[in-house]
């Protein structure tokens, strides 16, 4: 091989629940290093559905989603609630 390989990615699957029920990759072009800290909670199976769902729905992400509701609920000036 010459090193010019094409490369493929693969696309969501056309199934919702199948898309949903999998492992998402990370947002693309976002560096592991876009953010300095990394937070985990746990969730039922049931509630991350919900989210992806959600997220499907409004053309987002659920760490996008997310992201906004930290904001949202915890804003940079204590002062202002959103």
Known sequence: MTGNRSRHFTARPGDEDRWIRAGGPAVPGQSATAFTARLT????PDM?????????TRGST???????????EFPDDEGEMR
């Open 62 to 72: 659920v760490a996008e989603m997310l992201r906004a509701l930290l904001e949202r």
């Open 48 to 56: 991350r559905r919900r989210l992806k769902l959600a997220a499907i």
């Open 41 to 44: 909670i746990d969730v039922t």
